[in-house]
């Protein structure tokens, strides 16, 4: 059970990300959940903070906590996206809320690719002789995300006094291998080479790939549960019972110093170790 944050461990900070339709996909736990707490007391007044996952239970209570946190007072727009990224309607889904905004209104675009899924860590390369399997899960975790950064970079397009901020959020497996990780480690590295790509076409968005670290979410637990690889399993395990795991508020606060700082370079791997 995720505890609330108080607001000053939120909310440390004077600066703020401007009015800005903020999108955090994966918002409905782990550190997409932590970072909609964070991001949305720097939002300035009548900003949209757009909330998608699949779980809409979750959703709606992330929402509603938000708003008895700060929504009143911020006149903060929290809306809620129900859609699964794995699928064409899903993006399409959240492409249309994004131009549903009043997005002439904005001075700040900031998109959040937080949803991912770890696919099945217990096997090893050689077992996935199936296609259809690995184009599954490279249909979240890299289709996906291209296509709603590409849809809603559309729908708010390049103009005067608008920015726009792109965050994909990476992991070390997109620069090492892992064994008995193949597809999160592929699609970790393709994401951060789409990132790469967008920053060196597009150079007035603002693109991070951000590592987050070992996060204690239920991404975590999956994988010191069921890596296929003993050694894998065992170091994730030990990492928990010996408290070196992050906190999702504490790798937030990084990435969200980076964001108001603003002086990353466009296209860059960032991790938390190295900041
Ligand atoms: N945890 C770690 O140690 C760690 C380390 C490095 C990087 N990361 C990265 O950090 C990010 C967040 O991870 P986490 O640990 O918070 O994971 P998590 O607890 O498993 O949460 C994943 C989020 O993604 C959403 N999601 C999953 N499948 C989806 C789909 N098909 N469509 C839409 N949303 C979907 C989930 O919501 P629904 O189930 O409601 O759809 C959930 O909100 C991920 O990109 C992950 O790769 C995590």
Redesign the pocket.
């Known amino acids: 059970m995720q505890q609330h944050p108080t607001s000053n461990e939120i909310c440390p900070e004077p600066r703020d990300l401007g009015r800005a339709l903020c999108i955090i996909?994966?918002?409905?736990?782990?550190?997409?959940r932590t970072l909609a707490f964070q991001l949305s007391c720097l939002l300035k007044p009548r900003s949209v903070l757009m909330l998608?996952?699949?779980?809409t239970e979750?959703l709606n209570r992330l929402k509603e906590d938000i708003i008895t946190l700060y929504g009143r007072q911020n006149q903060l727009d929290v809306r809620c996206v129900q859609?699964?990224?794995?699928k064409k309607e899903?993006v399409e889904k959240t492409v249309q809320a994004a131009k549903e905004t009043s997005v002439s209104e904005m001075d700040h675009l900031l998109l959040i690719n937080?949803?991912?899924?770890l696919g099945d860590v217990s096997r090893f390369a050689l077992t996935f002789t199936d296609p259809v399997e690995v184009n599954r899960y490279l249909a979240?975790n890299v289709s996906g995300a291209l296509s709603v950064t590409a849809g809603v970079l559309q729908a708010l397009p390049r103009r005067l006094g608008l920015r726009r901020s792109v965050v994909n959020?990476s992991?070390l497996c997109a620069l090492k291998p892992f064994p008995s990780w193949v597809l999160y480690c592929t699609g970790k590295a393709a994401r951060d080479m789409m990132f790469r790509v967008l920053a060196a076409e597009e150079p007035d968005v603002r693109v991070l790939s951000y590592?987050?670290?070992?996060?204690d979410?239920?991404?975590?637990l999956q994988a010191r549960r069921s890596s296929g690889d003993l050694q894998l399993r065992r170091s994730f395990s030990s990492m928990f019972s010996e408290g070196q795991l992050l906190s999702c508020e504490e790798s937030g606060a990084k990435l969200i110093k980076l964001l108001l700082d603003n002086d990353f370079q466009s296209g860059a791997h960032l991790d938390f170790y190295e900041l």
């Not at 996909?25 to 997409?32: D, I, L, Q």
């Not at 859609?83 to 794995?86: G, I, K, Q, R, T």
């Open positions: 996909t994966g918002a409905s736990k782990g550190f997409g998608v996952a699949r779980t979750q859609a699964d990224l794995e899903g937080n949803a991912a899924s979240l959020i992991s590592a987050p670290g070992p996060l979410t239920d991404m975590q």
